[in-house]
Nanobody, 119 residues
């Protein structure tokens, strides 16, 4: 069973920056897709940023140019660097990764980390 453990959430100011980390218990090379999702109160969980081997990165329109997803193979960690924060970025952020096993996709989620942007 793969574990994903997020850290780095907290309070941020509009225009400020935060970096989220997601430590994986499996080798980064074993993952097909790695991503960050978020869920704001009263809203559905939405994709924020996605990274896939051979397919580069993809971002939600709301965060393009402000957020960056990247990984560190040596540290076994996925990051989400968030800049130019806005109050509407307030949400619980979840780390996601999946593995391909035969014809199945095994999906893993972190426990979530709260990000609150206040003015």
């Amino acid at each position: 069973q793969v574990r994903l453990v997020e850290s780095g959430g907290g309070l941020g100011q509009p225009g400020g920056s935060l970096r989220l980390s997601c430590a994986a218990s499996a080798s980064m090379h074993s993952f097909n897709v790695m991503a960050w999702y978020r869920q704001a109160p009263g809203k559905e969980r939405e994709l924020v940023a996605k990274l896939r081997d051979g397919a580069g990165t993809d971002y939600a329109d709301a965060v393009k140019g402000r957020f960056t997803i990247f990984r560190d193979f040596d540290r076994g960690t996925i990051y989400l660097h968030m800049t130019s924060l806005k109050p509407e970025d307030t949400a619980v952020y979840y780390c996601y990764a999946d593995q391909l096993l035969g014809g199945d996709t095994l999906a893993y989620w972190g426990q979530g980390t709260q990000v609150t942007v206040y003015s």
